[in-house]
Nanobody
Framework: QVKLVESGGGSVQAGGSLKLSCVFSVYAYKCMGWFRQGPGWEREEVAR???????RYADSVRGRFTISKDNAKSTLYLQMNSLKPEDTASYYC?????????????????WGQGTRVTVSS
């Protein structure tokens, strides 16, 4: 059964850091990513990592966030530095059996329940 479980969310002051983790139960994923949804706005992609290690970031987080994956630990990470109040959102881990570059135009298939991040000014 596909299962993605996020953790690591919490409250932090602006300029602080958090590291999100997503443990996945099925190692057949080729594309994995982090998405977020804040109050009043649509879900947006934060970062994704392909099976060959290629990463992509949203402009709003590039240079501050780092996505990584440890297959031995079946865990996807999102290191978030220099956090801003506008980063406040629920963060979701997502995965797909198809490589990222072939997924264009549709959402990833599997999703976690999310973890809340609150950044205060």
């Amino acid at each position: 059964q596909v299962k993605l479980v996020e953790s690591g969310g919490g409250s932090v002051q602006a300029g602080g850091s958090l590291k999100l983790s997503c443990v996945f139960s099925v190692y057949a994923y080729k594309c994995m990513g982090w998405f977020r949804q804040g109050p009043g706005w649509e879900r947006e992609e934060v970062a994704r990592i392909d099976s060959d290690g290629t990463v992509r970031y949203a402009d709003s987080v590039r240079g501050r966030f780092t996505i990584s994956k440890d297959n031995a630990k079946s865990t996807l990470y999102l290191q978030m530095n220099s956090l801003k109040p506008e980063d406040t959102a629920s963060y979701y881990c997502a995965a797909d059996e198809t490589v990222c570059w072939a997924i264009a135009g549709r959402a990833l298939t599997h999703w976690g329940q999310g973890t809340r991040v609150t950044v205060s000014s």
